[in-house]
């Protein structure tokens, strides 16, 4: 008889060890260790030895044709997984709790099955009550949806088999799932694995595209071990912030479409409805004429979106000055304050600083450390900066503003919205051309645009005016606000 081996795996990222310790060393998470059975991943008595088959082997040559998709019916939805779903393929969607995911694919789930194709709902946290529930609130009660609320991926497997292959299956979540093949107790690292593997062999075998529901952590990661993210063929975010309405479907993974592509929708009381412009939707609620706002002409995968950067910069007393950023990358924020201090002359360290992106958008490119300086010189010298102008270029660490990606299709939505300048590189200007419509203000080096805001600040009431363009302002250096 086969001795049982036991081992201590991390139920945050998936390392497992000889013995038990506080920390995890690979993730860095205390107290995520847990003992589980690692014999192996099926029975003794399944683990018989058999021959292995044959298989046939082709070459790079040859023409394969493109995937089939299956559309959604959500054209905010089908943007994000390259224009809908694939047959075989697998989706992990994660997100925080309550931020509307089972909405979301109660939903599209809901349209698929009043187009004809056979749908199922799995739900391993919700009675079939809860989900009918929802439906109603939803209006959409008369969709012939299949629904079942059950955990075990034998039974669920066994279940699906029979008659017509579905279109689409909905598993909510992965992290209640659980299989006889393995002895661990449901939602451990081991059990996930394993049930996420037997149900992407059944989409594999049978072209049934799958979406796995996925739990996070306190940090916003999926929770579960990393090897799921590499098991499926897409990873989806849904993010979004309880305070406002916006949500952001992100496309972190995708093997048949872009990654980084996002989905805009917004929360309302029938439920999610698609923002198809989502420029316009971010700056619906511009402060105009505030100081410490400027817009940032920004690209999400393939659409560029225009939103609302606000700072405020205030004196503090405390020793150590607070930093607070959200919707930010916070060590990108402080790259750019450093900058500031260190080449404009701008002396920061006595003031808190607040950067907050307007309608729960997170933005990862460093095309927006522009906009992010403008901002905060704006709130520290007081000064109103053009509410007709849109902001974007990279800081390089010597001040030097670099140009970015996709230059035209930033000035071209921001024209749309009406904008009449747009702040960009100097090196940038070929590429923008004349076809935008747009009055250009190029700029070299972070230096100038910081005298041109002391400038503005300057005529509103202030007499220590830069003398040239590219001064840096005396007060500045001082360390005045």
């Known amino acids: 008889m086969a001795k049982n081996t036991l081992s201590f795996v991390c139920q945050n990222c998936g390392a497992a060890y000889n013995r038990w310790q506080g920390k995890c060393e690979s993730c860095g998470e205390w107290n995520t260790l847990a003992e589980e059975d690692t014999s192996g991943?099926?029975?003794?008595?399944?683990?018989?030895?058999?021959?292995?088959?044959?298989?046939?082997?082709?070459?790079?040559?040859?023409?394969?044709?493109?995937?089939?998709?299956?559309?959604?019916?959500?054209?905010?939805?089908?943007?994000?997984?390259?224009?809908?779903?694939?047959?075989?393929?697998?989706?992990?969607?994660?997100?925080?709790?309550g931020i509307g995911k089972s909405t979301l694919l109660t939903q599209a789930t809901s349209l698929l099955a009043r187009a004809?194709?056979?749908v199922v709902y799995i739900s391993g946290e919700e009675a079939v009550a809860q989900v009918r529930l929802r439906?109603?609130?939803?209006?959409?009660?008369?969709?012939?949806?299949?629904?079942?609320?059950?955990?075990?991926?034998?039974?669920?497997?066994?279940?699906?088999?029979?008659?017509?292959?579905?279109?689409?299956?909905?598993?909510?979540s992965i992290q209640t799932m659980w299989t006889d093949t393995v002895e661990s107790a449901p939602g451990t690292v081991t059990q996930v694995r394993a049930s996420a593997q037997a149900l992407i062999r059944f989409a594999k075998r049978t072209g049934a595209a799958i979406i796995l529901v996925g739990h996070v952590t306190k940090d916003g990661q999926i929770a579960g071990p990393r090897v799921v993210e590499h098991m499926v063929d897409a990873v989806m975010s849904f993010e979004g912030e309880?305070?406002?309405?916006?949500?952001?479907?992100?496309?972190?993974?995708?093997?048949f479409g872009p990654?980084?592509?996002?989905?805009?929708?917004?929360?309302?009381?029938?439920?999610?409805?698609?923002?198809?412009?989502?420029?316009?939707?971010?700056?619906?609620e511009r402060d105009l004429g505030t100081p410490g706002t400027a817009v940032f002409a920004g690209i999400e995968g393939t659409r560029p979106v225009l939103v609302e950067l606000q700072a405020l910069v205030a004196p503090t007393s405390l020793g150590t000055p607070r930093r607070a950023v959200?919707?930010?990358?916070?060590?990108?924020?402080?790259?750019?304050?450093?900058?500031?201090?260190?080449h404009c002359g701008v002396k920061l360290s006595g003031h808190d600083v607040y950067l907050n992106v307007a309608g729960g958008l997170r933005i990862h490119e460093p095309a927006a450390d522009l906009a992010a300086a403008a901002a905060l010189v704006s709130s520290l010298v007081n000064a109103?900066?053009?509410t007709d102008a849109v902001y974007f270029g990279e800081i390089s660490l010597s001040?030097?503003?670099?140009?970015?990606?996709?230059?035209p299709a930033r000035l071209k939505e921001a024209a749309k919205l009406g904008f009449q300048r747009a702040v960009l590189p100097e090196s940038a200007r070929g590429e923008a051309g004349g076809d935008a419509g747009l009055t250009l203000n190029a700029v070299n080096s972070l230096t100038t645009l910081v005298a041109e805001i002391a400038a503005r600040g300057s005529r509103r009431g202030e007499s220590n005016a830069p003398a040239e363009k590219n001064a840096t302002p005396a007060r500045f250096r001082r360390g005045e606000g």
């Open 326 to 342: 959200v919707g930010w990358d916070p060590s990108r924020l402080s790259m750019v304050l450093a900058v500031l201090e260190a």
């Open 135 to 172: 439906a109603e609130r939803l209006g959409l009660s008369d969709a012939p949806v299949q629904l079942a609320a059950e955990t075990s991926v034998e039974d669920i497997v066994s279940t699906l088999s029979e008659g017509a292959v579905p279109r689409l299956i909905v598993i909510d």
């Open 116 to 118: 004809g194709h056979r």
């Open 41 to 97: 991943s099926v029975p003794v008595s399944i683990r018989s030895k058999r021959k292995g088959r044959t298989f046939a082997l082709e070459s790079l040559a040859g023409k394969s044709p493109d995937a089939p998709r299956l559309s959604s019916g959500m054209s905010e939805l089908d943007r994000v997984t390259g224009g809908g779903f694939v047959r075989g393929s697998v989706l992990l969607v994660g997100g925080d709790p």
């Open 259 to 284: 990654t980084d592509e996002i989905g805009v929708f917004e929360m309302t009381g029938l439920g999610l409805r698609e923002v198809t412009n989502p420029s316009e939707l971010f700056l619906s």
């Open 384 to 386: 109103q900066l053009p």
């Open 399 to 407: 001040g030097v503003v670099r140009p970015v990606a996709q230059t």
């Open 242 to 255: 309880g305070s406002q309405q916006f949500r952001i479907l992100r496309a972190v993974k995708n093997r």
